[in-house]
């Protein structure tokens, strides 16, 4: 939750600073903190979905596809049948994916709504 918090003010922080560094204008500069928070918030959405299993059968059916396009040497495959099953790595993946959702969404926000502030300041 700390870390949450804290770059949530760091990114707050960070478009602050852009506005007196950067040789924009401050209109200039809230809309270029607006279009990253909504690419970034754009990202986060892409990645839920992709968390949920919403379109897995999609994406199965198109490495179902790319397999029998290229084929893989028989240890190749088990390398990644053993890769599938390993705990370790399946907590990993969703410890890191949870970690990037979080923080492409708790930065996009915040840009999205210091660009929100810098326009009211205007």
């Given at each position: ?43 986060a959405a ?8 919403f ?68």
């Open positions: 939750m700390k870390w949450k918090v804290s770059l949530f003010f760091i990114t707050i922080l960070g478009w602050y600073i852009a506005t007196f560094v950067a040789p924009f204008s401050l209109a200039d500069v809230s809309n270029i903190a607006f279009l990253i928070g909504l690419i970034l918030i754009i990202i892409i990645a839920l979905i992709l968390h949920t299993g379109l897995t059968p999609l994406i199965q059916g198109f490495q179902i596809i790319g397999e029998r396009v290229v084929r893989k040497s028989r240890s190749a495959e088990r390398a990644d049948s053993q890769i599938k099953d390993d705990p370790n790595m399946k907590a990993f993946k969703a410890n890191l994916a949870a970690r990037i959702t979080q923080s492409t969404f708790i930065v996009g926000s915040s840009s999205i709504l210091t660009s929100v502030i810098i326009i009211f300041m205007l």
